[in-house]
């Protein structure tokens, strides 16, 4: 890479990191940790591409985006930010920021978003958005590379008059990645319409939605259960939506390529939807989320007049490898629940063992007929979760979490069956003595009041 590079960020380990890798890479580097220093070199003339923070000691990164843009037109910015919520990324997308990437960051990454941007030049700003106040939070958060991904590819359909078809398990907000986008979007002050099958009954329907709409955003809900007749008036007012010309919006649980091909949804159809494709990640793809979700959902409840409450490690641990079937809104009625029976204000091991034990579940990783080998079995429940992510891979670190998966129930068994012995387990299980112990540190097994299986 050739050029200059603005680094501001008020951690003085990233600019360290930044400043080494940049100019490794043959870039020249200036690194502050003032929004005030960083707008001077702006104004000077200074660098090619700016990679800035978000919360400083001095603003706010992202306010300083439209003055960057007025003074030095086609400068690209790249935002990093430690708020890892779709608003950092919707407000990174308004201010027509080059990129955004959340914190913690890859390197690798980053270094290659940067060599683009000094190839390309940033596109000419947009005009100004009619402006509206905007809550301070979404209740959409996550730091998760598939969240994050989701939130950059909302930022980008926001704006664009592309019809958008949002897919999705039950309780993973496909109606709220819908609603944000109307929200955010050039449509926000227009109507937001939910049309189910009642309102498409009879031949006046799709007028009546149209008339409501006044150009908004009509969002069709669920659009794999409707049957083909209505499905067509649906292609018709797509194609004659009058004056108004709303978008419009899908969501759908099913594979809506996998049903047009089965024929239970019109060809014609799925291709006027599929304009835009988001597709909203299940709990099973973001696990490292789900305290995010927990200490979101119990401030939600405190702010609400309910008691203060947290949870204790192993509560979270137990909410972790839960698997969630009804994903986040289960998530939610989970804690919820928790925060009103609750003895105490940490809520324990064996208060979220009882509201779990009440859950539906996914099935378990280990399993199947009496017969079965072990490694079909493994097998055929690894092609099960591989199958739930759709055309997606599964997060990354599969095999250490397969690993982990395996080998907890392998050794707390085990340990079981010998009663406790560490030295018995060990060669029972052929492993080193201090191996078995380092183990049991790692995965976090209690060894305390181990009863020998009969």
């Not at 409840?301 to 979270?316: H, I, K, N, T």
Request: charged share 25%; aromatic share 4%; proline share 5%.
């Amino acid at each position: 890479m050739d050029g200059t590079i603005l680094v501001a960020d008020d951690d003085r380990t990233i600019r360290t990191v930044l400043t080494q890798a940049l100019t490794r890479a043959g870039c020249k580097v200036h690194a502050t940790s003032s929004l005030t220093t960083l707008m001077r070199w702006v104004g000077e003339g200074k660098g090619d591409v700016v990679i800035t923070d978000v919360v400083m000691p001095d603003g706010n990164g992202l306010e300083m985006l439209p003055k960057i843009s007025e003074d030095r037109p086609g400068l690209p910015v790249i935002v990093i930010s430690a708020q890892n919520t779709i608003m950092t990324a919707i407000q990174a997308a308004e201010a027509e920021a080059y990129d955004y990437l959340p914190k913690p960051f890859d390197l690798p990454d980053l270094m290659k978003r940067t060599g683009k941007a000094l190839e390309q030049k940033r596109r000419v700003p947009a005009a100004s958005q009619t402006e509206g106040e905007r809550p301070d939070e979404l209740p959409l958060v996550g730091r998760t590379p598939a969240m994050q991904a989701l939130y950059r590819l909302v930022a980008r359909v926001m704006n664009t008059d592309l019809p958008v078809l949002i897919s999705g398990e039950s309780g993973t907000g496909k109606s709220l990645i819908a609603k944000e986008i109307h929200d955010f979007s050039d449509r926000r002050t227009l109507p937001f319409v939910v049309v189910n099958v009642a309102d498409l009954n009879n031949l006046e329907g799709p007028v009546r939605v149209l008339a409501k709409a006044k150009g908004g955003t009509i969002l069709f809900d669920e659009i794999g259960d409707i049957d083909d007749e209505i499905q067509a008036r649906i292609v018709r007012m797509m194609d004659n939506p009058g004056e108004h010309n709303p978008r419009f919006m899908a969501t759908s649980q099913s594979n809506l390529g996998d049903a047009m091909e089965k024929g239970t949804v019109r060809q014609d159809l799925y291709y006027r939807l599929n304009g835009a494709t988001v597709h909203v990640p299940s709990l099973r793809e973001r696990v490292d989320d789900i305290a995010l979700l927990v200490e979101h959902f119990l401030a939600k409840s405190e702010r609400d007049g309910s008691p203060v409450r947290v949870f204790s490690e192993d509560a979270m641990e137990m909410f972790r490898a839960y698997s969630w079937p009804g994903n986040v809104r289960q998530l939610e009625n989970a804690v919820r629940r928790l925060v009103l029976t609750a003895r105490a204000e940490e809520i324990s091991q064996a208060e979220a063992e009882a509201v779990l034990g009440s859950q539906p579940q996914v099935g378990p990783l280990l399993g199947g007929e009496d017969t079965e080998k072990l490694t079909a079995a493994v097998g055929r429940h690894l092609r099960r979760y591989f199958d739930l992510h759709g055309n997606m891979l599964p997060p990354a670190g599969l095999y250490a979490r397969i690993l982990r998966e395996i080998e907890l129930p392998l050794i707390e068994i085990a340990l079981d069956a010998t009663g406790g012995n560490q030295a018995k387990c060990a060669d029972l299980l052929g492993i080193n003595r201090n191996t078995l112990r380092k183990k049991i540190t790692d995965l976090d097994i209690h060894v305390t009041r181990r009863r020998k299986l009969m």
